[in-house]
């Protein structure tokens, strides 16, 4: 592939070698027929024979959802190939415009507020169509009419201009495109086959199904079974509004919404800081649980360990304070994971939900030697720097191939 300096408008910044000349411009009304979707909402089943496109099918890379809503009967039906776009999307119409293709024949029905494009112009590649359109996203976001609703009309979509080279360009761009989604593909397995494999071996760790050695290669003692209550104490944070938070504060601090932010690792960061000196100041081996939330109480059993001295402690966080020497990495995974439901049951409330130490410290947890506890927490902390490490080697390969296709198209 070769860097050629952009000299007419119609020439991208980076092409394979042996292909010059400028490309050439067609509106999308010369290039595909256009239908919008039925209203087939009416016809849903469970397990029906066909899938439904929605709004809901498309996410926000252009991809095919696998997971549809399904109907067992409509009077027509998508073909192998069509493009399907999305016609309306909430005010900031990120959504708008974003096509997929339909993998195979009569198998897919398309709802309204749902458009179609079936390919008529054979010199264009269906696959290179179809990354020019979400390419040029911008395009359909600046058509968007409407105010809390915004919606894509016919017109403008047909004005829609696609900017192409000859057919064997489009190709080699689509086929080398293609290899760098095959090999994003295969990052992204590697992750969830990485995470399945953690979540499997907590719950063999957990249940003692799996136990680790000492060093001298001999079993742990059996575990006990206490009342969280004999094993933490707690302590209430104090109240810290975001209108305290200030980058250049003294003190670092950590509002409750932030423990929401957690989903994998099992130990806080704290990136926030506060001018405010005044309220609860963490020990290191804290356990921070949200104890309020307008969602779930599932949310409310995210636990994470905080190993840093005197954060101040925001409002409707509760920080479990253990009474010996325990390792608060491994607490962190046992009871955001094996006890996670447990936990939950003790939310109380209907439009805001609360979680009570005083209620849930009669809960029963297990209490392994320091040292087992210390051996399945490094080795789940390794798993999710190992994981941690793919998603960022997936990030960098997607904002790769993003300022490459800026460059590969006009």
Known sequence: MSATTKQKKLVPELRFSGFDGEWSSKKLEDIAEYKNGGAFENNLVVGGKY????????????????????????????????LVMVLSDVAHGNFLGLVDVIPVDNKYVLNQRMGLLRKVDTAINLRFLRLNINLNQQYFKLHGQGSSQQNLSKGDILKFKVVAPTSKEQQKIADFLGSVDAWLDNLHGQKTALQSYKQGMMQKLFTGQVRFKDEAGKSFPDWEEKELGDVFNAVKGAGISKEQLDADGKNECILYGELYTVYSEQVFEVRSKTNVSSGTRSKVGDLLVPCSTTTTAIDLANVTALNKENVL??????????????????????????????????????????????????????????????????????????????????????????????????
């Open 51 to 82: 899938n439904l496109i929605t709004l809901n099918s498309i996410d926000i890379k252009g991809n095919l959802k696998a997971e549809h809503k399904t109907v067992s009967y409509a009077d027509w039906y998508l073909q192998k190939n069509d």
């Open 313 to 410: 402690l925001g409002g409707d966080i509760t920080a479990l304070r253990s009474k010996a020497e325990v390792d608060s990495v491994f607490y962190a995974y046992y009871l955001s994971n094996h006890k996670k439901r447990d936990l939950a049951k003790y939310g109380q409330g209907v439009t805001i939900i609360h979680v009570y130490y005083s209620h849930f410290k009669d809960m029963h947890i297990d209490v392994p030697s320091l040292p087992e506890q210390q051996k399945i927490a490094d080795f789940l902390t390794a798993l999710d720097q190992t994981i941690t490490a793919k998603a960022d080697e997936i990030t960098k390969v997607e904002e790769w191939k993003k300022g490459l296709m800026q460059k590969m198209f006009v």
